[in-house]
């Protein structure tokens, strides 16, 4: 006999018991479906992609200091807390972890980073590529943006590979959503590897109360970035973020 059969003869209202028992899928939120041209992470098939992955220097460091975006327009901030933690760019305070330093989403804007932009726009409309790579390095970071089509998809893919091959230095791609098939506008989220056999890109999503980490080819995700912001009148692209050069 089944939980609802139960109730309905004890003389609980469903309702009670929906909320009760997580069975009112319609008031319960739900990662979205994946088209078939990704391949999410947490299967067998995207597991071994990671562990075959020759450039996959990123996914450790990264998947460490992961975050979820504190709302749906803090893409780029979640994605460059990562970074910033990841890379140990010296922090300001977090009071809520007093006397411990780390970057948060609460703490990320500061009097620098204000004079890019300001904390209530971007939770209005986002971050541009350019804004990103300037908000980095308000905070001491090494940052360049390169918009898609200012490069080729062969630049692009070396650009990547080189770079998740190498410790202390990251990707963070802006690119379009509906693009590559998911729900629906501009995101921004760290890459954290690359498997050559299939040519696939892993993108650690930031919302993942929305999409988990999946795979992306190549070219999907290059076309996904060769589209236009409409804040910038620019193409997308992505950010390579490192730690600031030593000092002489």
């Known amino acids: 006999m089944g939980w609802v059969r139960v109730f309905q003869i004890v003389g609980f209202p469903l309702q009670i018991m929906a909320l009760g028992f997580g069975l009112a899928t319609s008031t319960v939120a739900q990662t979205l479906s994946l088209p078939r041209n990704l391949?999410?992470?947490?299967?067998?098939?995207?597991?071994?992609?990671?562990?075959k992955s020759t450039a996959q220097s990123d996914y450790w460091p990264l998947s460490i200091q992961f975050v979820t975006q504190k709302n749906q327009a803090y893409c780029g901030v979640a994605s460059s807390v990562m970074a910033l933690n990841a890379l140990k760019i010296p922090a300001p305070v977090a009071p809520e972890f007093s006397p411990y330093r780390v970057f948060t989403q609460d703490n990320f804007f500061?009097?620098?980073?204000?004079?890019?932009?300001?904390s209530e726009v971007v939770s209005r409309e986002g971050l541009t590529l350019d804004q990103l790579g300037q908000l980095l390095a308000s905070h001491g970071a090494e940052a360049k943006a390169?918009?898609?089509?200012?490069?080729?998809l062969s630049q692009f893919r070396t650009l990547m590979i080189n770079n998740l091959r190498q410790p202390q230095n990251f990707v963070i791609v802006n690119y379009l959503r509906r693009a590559i098939g998911q729900e629906k506008g501009g995101h921004i989220s760290p890459l954290a590897a690359y498997n050559q056999q299939t040519d696939r890109f892993l993108i650690l999503?930031?919302?993942?109360?929305?999409?988990?980490?999946?795979?992306?080819?190549?070219?999907?995700?290059?076309?996904?970035?060769?589209?236009?912001?409409?804040?910038?009148?620019?193409?997308r692209g992505f950010v390579l973020v490192s730690g600031p050069p030593p000092r002489p």
């Open 205 to 235: 999503d930031v919302s993942r109360y929305k999409y988990p980490p999946v795979w992306v080819k190549a070219t999907d995700l290059w076309r996904a970035m060769d589209t236009v912001d409409s804040v910038s009148n620019k193409t």
């Open 146 to 152: 390169y918009h898609a089509g200012d490069l080729s």
């Open 110 to 118: 500061t009097a620098k980073t204000q004079k890019v932009i300001t």
């Open 39 to 51: 391949l999410p992470l947490a299967s067998v098939e995207g597991e071994q992609l990671l562990l």
